[in-house]
C-alpha cells in the first residue's frame, strides 16, 4: 500500500485537511434571540390642586418583556490553536510639537521673562539683559522642540524599519501556515 503525501507522518491517516480550511470552518456565526427587558410601563397620577396647579406622582413600574434578538460569533478551540500567524502592528509616536510651543511661548516663556525682570531688577548690573536672557531663554524653547520633533521622526523611522521587518517576517510565515495539513485522526499538523 503506497502512502500519498498528504497521509498524515505521524499515523499514516489519510483524513487530512488544509489548516486554513479547518480555521475557517471553525468560525460560526449566527443570531440568539432571548427575552429581555424592553422598556417599562410606568403608572402615574396626576391631581389638579385649586388653584390650577397639577402634580404628577409615579404609582408603579411594571417591566415590559420582549424578544431581542442578537448577533453571536463563535471560534471552536481547534480553530483558536490553529489561528494564522497574528499582523504586526505599526506603532507611531504623536508629535506634539504644537501642544508643546504653545505651552512653552503662551505659559512658560511670560513667566520666565517675568523671573528674568525680577532677577535682573535684584542686580542692577544685568538690568540691560533683560531682553538678550528672554530671546537667549525663547531659542532655547524653540531647540528643545525642534530637537524632541527630531529624536520623535528618529523613532518613528526605526519603529517603521522594525515594522518592515516584522511584516516581512509575518508573510513568510503565513505562506509557510498556508501550506500546513491537520490530521483528523491524530491532530498532527505537517507539511507534506
Known amino acids: 500500500m503506497e502512502i500519498s503525501n498528504l497521509a ?44 390650577g396647579s397639577k402634580k404628577t406622582e409615579e404609582t408603579g413600574r411594571h417591566a415590559v418583556y420582549g424578544d431581542v434578538t442578537r448577533p ?34 503662551g505659559c512658560l516663556l511670560p513667566i520666565l521673562s517675568l523671573v528674568i525682570s525680577l532677577v535682573a531688577y ?23 522642540l525642534w530637537n524632541d520633533r527630531r529624536t520623535t521622526n528618529k523613532k518613528n523611522r526605526a519603529r517603521k524599519e522594525e515594522y518592515d521587518q516584522a511584516m516581512e517576517e509575518y508573510t513568510r510565515r503565513l505562506a ?3 501550506k500546513l495539513f491537520i490530521c ?9
Open 8 to 51: 498524515c507522518p505521524n499515523c499514516g491517516s489519510e483524513n487530512t485537511v488544509s489548516v486554513p480550511l479547518m480555521y475557517k470552518r471553525g468560525h460560526a456565526t449566527g443570531t440568539a434571540t432571548h427575552k429581555e427587558i424592553v422598556g417599562y410601563d410606568v403608572e402615574t397620577t396626576t391631581t389638579t390642586y385649586s388653584d
Open 176 to 178: 509557510e501556515w498556508e
Open 122 to 144: 535684584k542686580f542692577s548690573k544685568l538690568s540691560g539683559l533683560e531682553n538678550t536672557l528672554t530671546y537667549i531663554a525663547a531659542a532655547l524653547v524653540i531647540w528643545k
Open 72 to 105: 453571536t460569533y463563535t471560534v471552536t478551540d481547534l480553530a483558536r490553536e490553529i489561528a494564522p500567524p497574528s499582523e504586526p502592528k505599526l506603532k507611531q509616536l504623536e508629535h506634539d510639537t504644537m501642544t508643546v510651543g504653545c505651552v512653552s511661548f
Open 184 to 192: 483528523m485522526r491524530c491532530g498532527h499538523i505537517f507539511r507534506p
